[in-house]
């Protein structure tokens, strides 16, 4: 089934319609992460909520396309095995922090089974660091991305001057911040379109998610960026 985009631009509605998604991205590098998870740990002392996790890469599989979803997949993982790490340094684990959500597991042969376990997640995510890592800035092909997205950044930029500044609305906090990162790092989008994304302060129901509420200072922050427009978009 076929999609429709409506932009409200006063005084007049305009209406662009895209394809469904497609079945398969045959551009798009393998082995995915999500293929990949397979080989992390499952046991009961490493506790991330894997049919969560799931359920919210399928949806942005489906409205964003695979470097989406992959996007938010290797996020989160990042975030829980960090959460994780916290918790097994607080309980005198073997394993030093170096700074501010960041550890290093020491070479150790008696560090615990757990951190051994943390270590082995940690690094299958640091092979895909290359796309997904914070403030990589690397490019993405949009053949990645699904035809919804395409027809997002098409009507930006054809409605894109001087001044130009947008709202996009979208439901789910994990699909806003893939979308801005997706927007930032495409090609044709580069250079005119700077997305910043705004979420609700929220809670959520799993501290570790690396997607969360957003403080009142933070999203006071993004406002002012609008404003000033150091960016020109808002998720």
Known sequence: MNGLFTLMKYP?????????????????????LWSRCDTIPHS??????????????????????????EMF?????KQQVRCLLDTAAQNGEFLSKLGPRQFNVNED??????????????????????HFADGTGKLLDPSWCTPKVIALVDILRANYHESFQSIVFVE?????????ELINRLPN???????????GHGTTDNSAASIKGMPIRVQGDVVQMFRKREVNIRE
């Open 12 to 32: 007049v509605q305009i209406i662009k319609q895209y394809p469904p998604p497609p079945k398969e991205y045959p551009s798009y590098p393998v082995p995915t």
């Open 44 to 69: 009961p002392d490493i506790q991330i909520p894997w049919m969560k996790i799931q359920t919210r890469y399928r949806v942005a599989y489906e409205s964003l396309g695979p470097c989406g979803a």
């Open 73 to 77: 997949l290797h996020a989160e993982l």
């Open 109 to 130: 042969n008696d560090k615990s089974d757990l951190v051994n376990k943390l270590d082995q997640i940690l690094r299958l995510l640091g092979q895909y660091d290359e």
């Open 172 to 180: 789910q906090r994990h699909i806003a911040t893939s979308l801005a």
């Open 189 to 199: 989008a580069t250079g005119r379109l700077r997305c910043a994304v705004l979420l």
